[in-house]
């Protein structure tokens, strides 16, 4: 048996046997720990406040549960109201597009309408497609609060309410949305209640038990997320090393498919950049991305077409990418929490991986708060200069060009808006040395 599954086997938990046949089509057979955890106590009608991260199995525990409770109760009265049975809140698009793909595999045998609404595009189809009638409503809070208050749909019937990792929530601002939601649910007594986050702090908790039936803790320790399949390491280039170790590590290392972690989308830019420039086939994903260039740029890395994502957090948050055998912390995150978030993107369903931070005279204060997170010290890792690798110019990211119309309503103004827009975006004409070490 792989070491991140347990010997509680899915057949064994009370579940709807159409549920049964999906797990069982999906070649679900044995629960992780999460799963094992949480799903007696949530198929026993328990509230669950679940730490866990993404990779640890968390949604299929809580999609099991929902489709339970609903599959249950339908089958003891069949619902007439189109309205939503279940609401699933997700941080960010990508994490509830997840989510939806999770459903529709778990939901091949049952039946239930499963419908998605988040920022980015498709206003129009995901409003008629919530007026049309749904079980399960999966979103983002901000788009789900704009349909909930122009009556698209209503709260009044929800029996199932999942937040996930809901420390992002704090994090992105949507705990006002959140709670705006949790206040208008029927009762918690009436209701399962589901929450998962990446560290059950003082907040997360206090959530919980304000809008929670006396939920029960179950707890994946952040060094077990991690495991013992993760490699780390940690080199302490200056800023101006970064970018040669960061090519040196990938020419020796040449990793299958790997992420590199960034905190900024400028410096996102520049990194891809230098991939690009010596011939490391790369894809940029950052806020300034639309959604659906962002939605093929990952299937491309996804499918291996791109060996190499570069991607700040918010932007990698909560995506499900297979295989990646390495995650290169380019700039050290300044939240422990993050470390965690990073490194699981590897080492996935009982894979290995490695992951190797560059502590930057910028970054490295963060190094001591994330060795005590993690529990443990990360092993140091020696460069000299000729392992260093002199860089190629880096290839310039493409910008959106203002409208033509807008210049030619103004006179051509565009001479006058090179200068800003190059010293912005590009800077002065410098030696690649120079730009290297930015």
């Not at 033509?404 to 051509?412: E, M, Q």
Request: with cysteine; hydrophobic share 35%; glycine share 6%.
């Amino acid at each position: 048996m792989s070491a991140h599954l347990t010997d509680t086997a899915f057949s064994s938990l009370p579940l709807h046997p159409l549920l049964q046949k999906g797990l069982q089509q999906a070649g679900f057979e044995f629960c992780t720990p999460i799963q094992a955890q949480s799903l007696p106590l949530l198929l026993a009608n328990h509230d669950v406040a679940g730490q866990a991260q993404t990779g640890t199995g968390k949604t299929i525990a809580f999609l099991l549960a929902t489709f339970q409770r609903l599959l249950a109760n339908q089958d003891a009265q069949k619902p007439t109201s189109k309205q939503p049975r279940a609401l699933i809140l997700a941080p960010t698009r990508e994490l509830a597009i997840q989510i939806v793909k999770d459903a529709e595999l778990l939901n091949s045998h049952a039946g239930l309408r499963i419908v998605i609404a988040h920022g980015g595009k498709d206003y129009q189809r995901q409003r008629d497609a919530i007026d049309e009638g749904c079980d399960v409503l999966i979103g983002t809070p901000g788009r789900l609060l704009d349909f909930h208050k122009q009556r698209v749909f209503n709260l009044n019937n929800i029996e199932a309410v999942v937040l996930d990792e809901a420390d992002r929530m704090f994090d992105l601002g949507f705990i006002k949305d959140v709670r705006f939601f949790l206040r208008r649910l029927p009762s918690p007594e009436k209701r399962l209640g589901m929450l998962f986050s990446a560290t059950l702090s003082y907040k997360v908790t206090e959530l919980a038990y304000e809008h929670m039936n006396n939920p029960e803790k179950v707890q994946v320790e952040p060094e077990k997320m991690m495991g013992d399949r993760i490699e780390e390491w940690v080199y302490y280039p200056s800023n101006e090393e970064k970018i040669p170790l960061l090519l040196a590590l990938i020419k020796r290392i040449q990793p299958i498919r790997s992420i590199v972690f960034v905190n900024t989308k400028q410096v996102a830019e520049r990194v891809w950049g230098f991939l690009e420039g010596n011939g490391y086939k790369a894809a940029l994903l950052s806020g300034d991305v639309p959604q659906k260039k962002r939605e093929s740029l990952l299937k491309h890395f996804q499918d291996g077409e791109f060996p190499y994502l570069v991607a700040t957090d918010v932007a990698a948050r909560g995506l499900h990418i297979p295989e990646v055998s390495h995650v290169f912390n380019f700039d050290l995150p300044q939240d422990a929490e993050d470390y965690v978030h990073r490194t699981g993107r590897t080492a996935r369903a009982g894979a290995s991986g490695i992951a190797i931070s560059l502590a930057c005279e910028e970054y490295a204060f963060s190094l001591p708060d994330i060795e005590q997170y993690i529990k443990h010290k990360l092993p140091v890792a020696q460069s000299t200069d000729e392992q260093l690798e002199t860089p190629q110019p880096r290839i310039r990211a493409e910008r959106n060009p203002p409208p033509r119309h807008k210049n030619k309503a103004r006179g051509d103004k565009s001479h006058n808006n090179r200068p800003r827009s190059g010293k912005r975006n590009n800077g002065p004409k410098k030696p690649v040395t120079s730009d290297a070490n930015q």
